[in-house]
């Protein structure tokens, strides 16, 4: 525990630390495994959606360097698990380079031990819903270059965005900030594809530091605004770009989460 932050309330479940739970990590509380036993009950699926959502960011990040970017700014990026951003982006384009954003302490201070030397990535620790901020600091590290496409990725994370915090200024602010030819990938829990299981899941995640609020398909596509979709549109996480071969579990409705990608104008 020596690694902990002074700040960090173990007692206080998160969002990160239950996702971390979720994929199979060991940066969790006895409180975060708890939490995530009640999420598993409200949602049984949520280990393969969590699964789903991780192979979704692989595909994102794939698709945008595909299409020249080589820099990213990744919102909300919790604690790194094998095959975070960098890494899967430097796969395809050794250059890339990333500046992860996250407000909670123990992401943060996994992020740091990872990339402590690493000149081509770092990690913020500031709330992504204060674009300005953000920003700011992701330009002092010199990393990168806002007059060069940029990856915007707010992967998993959105619906932890009151509606009180403007979600659609957010991502328009992130939006004017980037050059053209820059992307957003995003992706966040519906209520569209299985209202039940997100109602309990709302429930559980009160008991939380991080609340949930679902959006619908109209909601989720509104957020893309300013940017072209690129097909096939805002759909469930395994319908997005499925790799040749792959197969996955049941009903790709059971996945609970929306998903896309788009290109600034």
Do not use: C
């Not at 509606?163 to 995003?186: C, E, H, I, N, Q």
Request: no cysteine; aromatic share 8%.
């Amino acid at each position: 525990m020596e690694w902990v932050p002074d700040s960090v309330d173990v007692g206080l479940p998160s969002a990160a630390r239950l996702y971390d739970y979720l994929l199979g990590g060991g940066h969790n509380f006895a409180a975060d495994r708890a939490l995530a036993e009640k999420f598993l009950l409200a949602q049984p699926n949520a280990r393969t959606i969590a699964r789903l959502n991780r192979a979704f960011l692989r595909r994102a990040v794939l698709h945008l360097v595909d299409h020249g970017v080589r820099q990213f700014l990744d919102l909300g990026s919790g604690i790194p698990t094998v095959g975070n951003v960098h890494e899967i982006a430097r796969k395809a384009a050794p250059e890339s380079r990333v500046v992860y954003v996250d407000y909670e302490a123990v992401a943060v201070a996994h992020s740091r031990m990872l990339l402590k030397d690493d000149p081509l990535a770092t990690i913020l620790q500031e709330d992504m819903t204060d674009p300005d901020a953000v920003l700011a600091a992701a330009d002092a590290t010199g990393l990168l270059d806002f007059a060069e496409p940029i990856g915007v990725l707010t992967v998993g994370v959105f619906h932890f965005v009151p509606p009180d915090k403007d979600p659609k200024g957010v991502v328009a602010a992130y939006r004017d900030a980037v050059a053209p030819g820059s992307g957003l990938a995003l992706s966040q829990f519906t209520s569209d594809l299985q209202p039940a299981e997100m109602a309990g899941i709302v429930e559980v995640m009160k008991k939380s530091s991080d609340p949930m609020y679902p959006r619908t398909h109209a909601e989720i596509t509104e957020l893309f605004e300013g940017f072209d979709i690129v097909p096939p549109g805002v759909v469930p996480l395994p319908l997005w770009r499925p790799e040749e071969g792959a197969v996955e579990d049941g009903d790709p409705g059971h996945a609970g989460i929306f998903a896309g990608v788009g290109h600034k104008k």
